[in-house]
């Protein structure tokens, strides 16, 4: 991991993939991650860990079943919302965003559980960001 800042709009800019998160820092055993997306993700659960979302850009919708039944959590720009473990969620963009995501390192995008995955859909633990921070390349391989 490099030591130096790194500007999110920079990296924002640095790739086009939707639903393809980035790896922009690593604090301790968690992947500060970024992502833009637009569409429709899959419903999914992580049953081992919660979830955490920073809307940058846009709105994100994050529907919900809950034993109370199911609901939809709206979060404009610079609303955060945390997923609970074992709670199943599907989150969408109908207009596009960016999001922030804080998670344990190797959590797969779709969950431990989730619906079939279509192929527009990134089902990895993340990926390296690879891009010029303060005019040097910063390394592709996160985990040193």
């Not at 344990?104 to 995008?109: A, E, H, L, N, V």
């Not at 690879?130 to 592709?140: E, N, S, T, Y």
């Given at each position: 991991?490099?030591?130096?800042?790194?500007?999110?709009?920079?990296?924002?800019?640095?790739?086009?993939?939707l639903?393809?998160?980035?790896?922009?820092t690593?604090?301790?055993d968690?992947?500060?991650?970024?992502?833009?997306v637009e569409?429709?993700?899959?419903?999914?659960?992580?049953?081992?860990?919660?979830?955490?979302?920073?809307?940058?850009?846009?709105?994100l919708?994050?529907?919900?079943?809950?034993?109370?039944g199911?609901?939809?959590v709206r979060l404009?720009?610079?609303?955060v919302?945390?997923?609970p473990?074992?709670t199943e969620?599907?989150?969408s963009?109908?207009?596009?965003?960016?999001?922030?995501?804080f998670?344990?390192?190797?959590?797969?995008?779709?969950?431990?559980?989730h619906?079939?995955?279509?192929?527009?859909?990134?089902?990895t633990?993340?990926?390296?960001?690879?891009?010029?921070?303060?005019g040097?390349?910063?390394?592709?391989?996160c985990?040193?």
């Amino acid at each position: 991991m490099s030591i130096e800042p790194v500007a999110l709009s920079k990296a924002l800019a640095s790739f086009d993939a939707l639903w393809s998160p980035r790896i922009v820092t690593r604090v301790n055993d968690y992947d500060v991650r970024i992502a833009k997306v637009e569409g429709e993700h899959i419903w999914h659960v992580h049953d081992d860990t919660d979830e955490f979302f920073l809307v940058l850009d846009g709105e994100l919708h994050i529907a919900l079943r809950e034993p109370s039944g199911e609901r939809v959590v709206r979060l404009p720009a610079g609303a955060v919302f945390t997923v609970p473990r074992g709670t199943e969620h599907k989150p969408s963009a109908p207009t596009g965003a960016a999001i922030l995501m804080f998670e344990p390192t190797g959590t797969p995008t779709v969950g431990d559980r989730h619906a079939e995955i279509p192929d527009h859909i990134d089902a990895t633990t993340g990926h390296a960001l690879g891009f010029l921070v303060d005019g040097r390349k910063a390394p592709r391989d996160c985990s040193t």
